[in-house]
């Protein structure tokens, strides 16, 4: 009975998804009257994403249905600010989900049908929980490693940002402008970082706009507090003429110093980590040596 509601609302739902990708509600009058009213959002500062692989073009027309029918909320704020930072689209990340999903949802039918064909024969309860439990598994397996890889590229681009500060303030004392200064240091390095930097401030130049607000909105997308500190350090030079080449030599210094205390504490935690091992391998050695003895004297008992 269990089995049977499980497959009707499994079906149920997956029309209803389908009806609502195929077909979309119409929005209302409100609502289209504040699409109308609203003011363009300034271009996204991040390069362009990567398409991704296999399993990305196998899921995508399923994706586009389900992002249609509004499953996109499934991706937290967290997970896309994540993947901006990653270079990867929601829509490819959806794909990616929906494919491991079915993936999960296959397997153990799939296993117990082969099991059928050689004569044995499984409940059928354990196939149908195991491929829920499975296809649920697959689906938030690509959100596991998201965080860790962002922040991983966010300590690299604080880095390059440190030599950035060091070219902007060798370019300042050559003489140049805010603007000019900006522009040399950005094109000298290398690096997806120094891209980034080369993107949005590109980016800026032909919008019109002042390049510590490309900047700004390049350090929100990414979530990198420093670049917006050095956005408004430079503002308030280009703004009032503020002398900002001491507060952004001191402000670099300030950077390599708390990236070096961050590469020791985690050179720490490393150590640390590895003294379990260690310590696993030492009781592993006393048992080993300890058994015999301790057998005889409970078998002399």
Not at 74 to 88: E, H, K, Y
Not at 132 to 152: K, N, R, T
Not at 163 to 180: H, N, P, Q
Not at 254 to 275: F, G, N, P, V
Request: a neutral charge; charged letters at 20%; aromatic letters at 4%.
């Amino acid at each position: 009975m269990i089995a049977a509601l499980l497959c009707g609302a499994g079906v149920g739902s997956g029309l209803f998804l389908v009806a609502r990708g195929v077909a979309p509600p119409r929005p209302s009058l409100a609502q289209a009257l504040v699409q109308l009213r609203r003011s363009p959002e300034p271009p996204a500062m991040l390069t362009a994403e990567d398409p991704g692989g296999f399993a990305a073009r196998l899921g995508r027309p399923l994706a586009e249905v389900l992002t249609r029918a509004g499953a996109g909320v499934l991706i937290w704020p967290r997970v896309r600010r994540d993947l901006a930072v990653l270079g990867r689209s929601s829509e490819r990340h959806m794909a990616e989900k929906v494919t491991l999903a079915i993936v999960g949802l296959l397997l153990l039918p799939a296993c117990a049908g082969m099991l059928a064909l050689a004569g044995t024969t499984l409940p059928l309860a354990l196939p149908l929980w195991g491929s829920l439990v499975c296809g649920l598994a697959g689906f938030v397996l690509p959100d596991l490693g998201i965080h860790s890889e962002a922040e991983a590229r966010r300590r690299d681009f604080r880095h390059a940002l440190g030599s950035f500060l060091d070219l902007v303030v060798i370019a300042l004392a050559g003489g140049g402008g805010v603007e000019t200064a900006l522009a040399d240091a950005a094109s000298v390095g290398e690096g997806w970082a120094f891209d980034e930097l080369r993107h949005s401030l590109d980016a800026a130049r032909l919008a019109r706009d002042t390049p510590w607000s490309a900047l700004e909105r390049l350090g929100n997308e990414l979530g990198v507090a420093e670049l917006g500190e050095l956005a408004a350090s430079v503002g308030l030079a280009g703004a009032e003429g503020a002398k900002v080449r001491a507060s952004l030599g001191a402000k670099a210094a300030s950077l390599r110093s708390h990236q070096l205390a961050e590469a020791e504490t985690t050179a720490q935690t490393a150590t640390e980590k590895m003294s379990l091992p260690v310590v696993l391998l030492f009781a592993g050695f006393l048992c080993f040596i300890g058994y015999p003895a301790i057998e005889r004297v409970l078998a002399g008992l």
